[in-house]
Nanobody
Framework: VQLQASGGGLVQAGGSLTLSCTASGSFISGNTMGWYRRAPGKERELVAT???????RYSDSVKGRFAISRDNAKNTVYLQMNSLKPEDTAVYYC??????????????WGQGTLVTVSS
């Protein structure tokens, strides 16, 4: 399984961007997909994940501003980012769990896409 992300770029504070990520290969449709990010000098952190279509988790820092969604037919996950802040500047990594067993995960990571928010 491979993850191909796109949509990063430079945006002014208050602006919006949409990231997308498509899983190719033998991906188990409906499994958890989502986004993590790593800001300069910081640890990687969860942004948002979705399992199925309704089991959604957001970090507190993006709640109310970001929205995650998916198209299972396309094995694609989206991250709509609104009201962006300079502190959202980071490399955003697409994530997918390709396990067929709920007892463990099979973590798959995309290559990362840079989001830069200017003040």
């Amino acid at each position: 399984v491979q993850l191909q992300a796109s949509g990063g770029g430079l945006v002014q504070a208050g602006g919006s961007l949409t990231l997308s990520c498509t899983a190719s290969g033998s991906f188990i449709s409906g499994n958890t997909m989502g986004w993590y990010r790593r800001a300069p000098g910081k640890e990687r952190e969860l942004v948002a994940t979705v399992f199925g279509t309704r089991n959604i988790r957001y970090s507190d820092s993006v709640k109310g501003r970001f929205a995650i969604s998916r198209d299972n037919a396309k094995n694609t996950v989206y991250l709509q980012m609104n009201s962006l802040k300079p502190e959202d500047t980071a490399v955003y990594y697409c994530y997918a769990d390709n396990s067929d067993d709920l007892r463990y995960t099979v973590d798959v990571w995309g290559q990362g896409t840079l989001v830069t928010v200017s003040s």
